[in-house]
């Protein structure tokens, strides 16, 4: 779909993450004022809560804007969110008779504090990206058995923790935890020295559900996509994570970006998923294109430095979608909640230089990246870790903003009050 | 402490769960009326949300009780906490002035329905049982390496799912999974095999937490405690946890007791944890007795039939307790949420009957269990499986009520709507 254009200058430059076509979904607030719902439009923000207090805005089951979060039109399922798109795309459109009185209503995004979008129901993690799987594989195990005997036949995940999922722009704190090297006779109680970034994305459950789902299904469940940053502490990892996996590595922190971008707005962006070395069980198996292109990168920029771009992949690398991976959470029967946050496992590529991870990048220490004149093994105090993300499908570019984090330096006493 | 004698004769029943010394929180509902807070006494349950309308009740920050769950009063603290003890002993004590006045808002158990008592945060269960996991290990791994390295030295855990967390009553549906045996080429679709349950206790937080606490910081935010059946599909585990832990296995259900047995009301049966082979790091150490002396047993009534008790044992057997457990959980930075559940992992004890799965008193299956004309290797469709709890002090008995659930069979085809 060609651009729409809007009379919102901004949002016709070819640069911008924001276009009319994407409208994706955030949280907002301006000095003084209550945290509301807005979407993002070009350099701008639209109050969704003030134009729905102006009649601008009227959807069935609503107001639905003015509370601190997205989750009740998440719940409202997806007619709702398409009338949504549907009005707003008519207020901001290039000669649309209603901008003197949509005007009013938008704010600069520059000069508005952004929350986080949603409240989290829960938050679980995949290990679904081959590349990742296989170089994570081949540095613990060996190369010739780097993927688990599962790992082709269901998407690996584990359930995390949802009370540390922050909006991008929280700092993170380095952690204090237990370790152990393998040539030390006893663990320790010290911070991280090995803490690192993943490169996710996360989908975001919209429409809740109390029995085992089709793929079909899942996928039309699924409200949007936001870009993840699973912090891990590898060290802490190592020591805890068998024989029930990761547990206090991943539960620092886990950054979202501020956006979430609606799953009608990446639709022109869906592509096949890979070819697969064994045909899936049929409750997983794919009915269509389930993966979309995202160009992905991470910038690394130390303290008081210039960012550096240490990867470059995209998401239609991973192994299995987010359809895929929310289908196989509900065989069980687990009931499937809204604000649910299903985050794809890291995303890596074929190549060095798409490698979703410090771990992968520097082949877990032994070979050190070089970043302007620095190198780096693991994230050093005061980095920022800062991840993008954009489809582009003809010529339109539909973005996520930026998902960034500095790491603070652990605390000297972690008990000190 | 002696027995507090009220004026509820049957909450001086010696056989009574349910003296005034008790006191445990639950969520109850008449017919066509809503669910509110109430406390269990004798036989009898105490409408709180009636006795604060009433003006009986009168506790700082209230009201609290008339909402579906005890959150708000959870995460008031302890000082609220204690106040309602006593104001609700007051009330109820024998010899009460107020009895006329407090008699109209008591309700027979058996005539009321039982709701979830609290929402559900987060949901972790751990491993921490030393008999559970050497069993565990002798089986899959072999007896001399049972424990893993790190067991130990920090009580493994993992992130379960909240959403899936029962009120004692509520049916179980068989699931289906991903399973492969060991001599398939290839895993199937199909209904669990090796369906079991796990006999622990569940630790309620009450206060909530923001970065690392210490042992008796931890202590000090446990509102109170709940049996709790952690449901495990053995044959779905075996095929899905390597490399990330339990996932879909353990997603199904997991059952609580309906009633929440605050913390005061154990302390006469705190007891010492066990003797340590390896000293535990200071941030995990004990600064007290931190376990409980808890009776448990596991009651297994296949449909139609009379109920065997197959397993006995006690809560003092574990190796970590709920504090130190909690204190493990905050080490990384995690904050903790009112209403987050903490499993103990399952208690088993030395003997055979002490077992505390069916995975372990059948050996895997090796050794199918006898009970009256029948064998049971894991759980029959139709079975009912009931756990109870209680711990006598001073001749004083604190229980738990049953934490019950049946086992319903598989459906024909998980997918049909």
Redesign the interface.
Known sequence: MALIRSWVASANAPETDFPLNNLPCGVFSRPNAKARCGMAIGDQVLDLAAAEDAGLLTLAGGPYFGGGDWNALMAAGPAVWADLRAQVTVLLAEGSVLQPEVAPHLHEQGAVRLHMPFRV??YTDF?AGRHHAFNVGSMFRDPANAL???WL??P?????????VYVSGTAV?R????V?GPDQP????QPSRRFDFELEMGAVVGVASD????VAEADAMIFGYVLLNDWS?RD?QA???????????K???TTVSPWIVMRAALEPARTNGPTRD?PL???LAEPGPMLYDIALEVGLTPEGGAETVISRTNYREMYYSAAQQLA??T???????TG?LLGSGTISGPLRENRGSLLELSWGGKEPLAIGGLTRSFIEDGDTITLRGHAVSDGVRIGFGACAGQLLPALAD??AR
């Open positions: 129901a829960g290990y688990p005997p599962n036949h269901i690996i995940g584990y359930n995390g923790r949802a009370s540390s704190r952690p204090w935890g237990q152990k006893l663990p320790a109680f029995g085992p789902v089709t502490a802490i020591w805890e994570y068998q024989p029930l996996g990761p547990f206090q590595a539960a620092t922190a064994v069980l049929p409750h196989h959470h065989t069980s029967g687990c009931p499937m909640q649910d972690p008990y």
